[in-house]
């Protein structure tokens, strides 16, 4: 049972670069999340999906974009990279029952220089 | 607005010595849930447990206890007898209930040292 993958695990990209994040989840969960953890600033939302064809932004969308096309995937994409980028990913997933807890993908570490 | 405070940025103790980690959250909702992660230096996110708002009743799972007091929106976290194994980033989280399960909101993390 794989859960929650993200791919890639790894990545650095020179500034302006453009990159996507790939999220799979294997539970048929309706709900998926992007984070991203800073030091010293815990986890900190990006952008969300209540389901397929739907997302809507978190805390820290700006410079993201993200897309759900199929209710297993959820990408997100950076269009420009900038340094202030550097960061590690987390993927998460859930269903739609009211407080169940989220299932997170190993995360990526992606440096932008 | 949610929010949740963890006050305590950086913990060491001493192996075998008790230990808590506190958690304090902010919400307008009558119907929450507050959770605990564990983030070990392997950088994965570890589920240990998950509260609701009517269930005040404290837990204890092994060498792990939780204390949660509505009245002073607290949602402590104990450790007895620490181990090194438990040196880890502790995160508590926050999430409203008012439409479906709505994203995780966490604290800024509790790292905790436990020296041998």
């Known amino acids: 049972n794989a859960g929650v993958t993200q791919t890639p695990k790894f990545r650095v990209l020179k500034t302006g670069q453009s990159m996507t994040l790939l999220c799979a989840q294997d539970m048929n969960h309706e709900y998926m999340y992007w984070y991203r953890q800073d030091p010293g600033m815990g986890l900190r939302l990006i952008h969300y999906?209540?389901?397929?064809?739907?997302?809507a932004k978190g805390e820290v969308p700006d410079g993201y974009n993200v897309s759900r096309l199929k209710k297993q995937n959820f990408l997100l994409g950076l269009e420009s990279a900038a340094p202030s980028q550097t960061s590690v990913y987390f993927c998460?997933?859930?269903?739609?029952?009211?407080?169940?807890?989220?299932?997170f993908g190993q995360g990526t570490r992606l440096t932008v220089v | 607005a949610q929010k949740v405070t963890q006050a305590q940025t950086e913990i060491s103790v001493v192996e075998k010595e008790d230990v808590t980690l506190d958690c304090v959250y902010e919400?307008?909702?009558?119907?929450?849930?507050l959770f605990w992660y564990k983030q070990p230096p392997s950088g994965e996110l570890v589920f240990l447990i998950r509260?609701?708002?009517?269930?005040?009743q404290n837990e204890i799972s092994g060498r792990y206890s939780w204390n949660f007091q509505k009245s002073t929106s607290s949602f402590n976290f104990t450790i007895t007898a620490s181990q090194v194994v438990d040196s880890a980033v502790y995160f508590c989280?926050?999430?409203?209930?008012?439409?479906?399960?709505?994203?995780?909101?966490f604290g800024k993390g509790t790292r905790l040292s436990v020296i041998a």
């Open positions: 999906s209540v389901g397929e064809g739907t997302t």
């Open positions: 509260r609701n708002s009517f269930d005040e």
């Open positions: 998460a997933s859930s269903s739609s029952d009211r407080g169940i807890e989220a299932f």
């Open positions: 989280a926050l999430s409203e209930a008012w439409s479906g399960n709505t994203p995780l909101v």
């Open positions: 919400t307008r909702d009558t119907t929450y849930y």
